[in-house]
T-cell receptor, first 116, second 112 residues
Framework: DVKVTQSSRYLVKRTGEKVFLECVQD?????MFWYRQDPGLGLRLIYF???????EKGDIPEGYSVSREKKERFSLILESASTNQTSMYLC???????????????FGPGTRLTVL | QKEVEQNSGPLSVPEGAIASLNCTYS??????FFWYRQYSGKSPELIMF????GDKEDGRFTAQLNKASQYVSLLIRDSQPSDSATYLC????????????FGTGTRLLVSP
């Protein structure tokens, strides 16, 4: 079974703090993704990575950065947390085999971040 | 225009009935289609995927795909109260990267 873990289930930070969210997957997946999920807005892609040290912006990258130094680990960084970044953050991974049609994503348990 | 659309619900069905969840998408190049279930406060878990026109069955779940109509659905037979959750439709994006676009989900309520 694929296992995706996230460093914290709940996190409370203050405005202006630098925040690190960590994600680790244990199935040698190529692709990793960071989403945020807000009521009524669904899942929105922040950043994704298809290889070590590679990253691509998603739909809402502003205010975030990412790091992928090792294949199994993908970090999301909030450079200066703001109250509008209060959300549920979900990490996911997928196999990434070229040409594979059924490239399903597997999600971690999520981190509920509150910025005060 | 949203790329993946779902009725937000709630869809209410009695226990034992068939629940029908629908999803439309805009990208004609999409090849893969996924249904996720998400319980309140939890992360999405994959139920099924489909990439060929027609039906795909797995236990009480049937996914149906009609690419010409850009429509995918999920049928849940013999619905149980434990099926009460939000169901997310996800569609692959034809960009060369293996991204998925998610609908906002349909909330299903199964009453005993």
């Amino acid at each position: 079974d694929v296992k995706v873990t996230q460093s914290s289930r709940y996190l409370v930070k203050r405005t202006g703090e630098k925040v690190f969210l960590e994600c680790v997957q244990d199935m040698d997946h190529e692709n990793m993704f960071w989403y945020r999920q807000d009521p009524g807005l669904g899942l929105r892609l922040i950043y994704f990575s298809y290889d070590v040290k590679m990253k691509e912006k998603g739909d809402i990258p502003e205010g975030y950065s990412v790091s992928r130094e090792k294949k199994e680990r993908f970090s999301l960084i909030l450079e200066s947390a703001s109250t509008n970044q209060t959300s549920m953050y979900l990490c996911a991974s997928s196999l990434g085999v070229a040409g594979r049609a059924n490239n399903e994503q597997f999600f971690g348990p999520g981190t509920r971040l509150t910025v005060l | 225009q949203k790329e993946v659309e779902q009725n937000s619900g709630p869809l209410s069905v009695p226990e034992g009935a068939i629940a029908s969840l629908n999803c439309t998408y805009s990208d004609r190049g999409s090849q893969s289609f996924f249904w996720y279930r998400q319980y309140s406060g939890k992360s999405p878990e994959l139920i099924m995927f489909i990439y060929s026109n027609g039906d795909k069955e797995d236990g009480r779940f049937t996914a149906q795909l009609n690419k010409a109509s850009q429509y995918v659905s999920l049928l849940i037979r013999d619905s149980q109260p434990s099926d009460s959750a939000t169901y997310l439709c996800a569609v692959s994006v034809n960009t060369g990267f293996q991204k998925l676009v998610f609908g906002t989900g349909t909330r299903l309520l199964v009453s005993p």
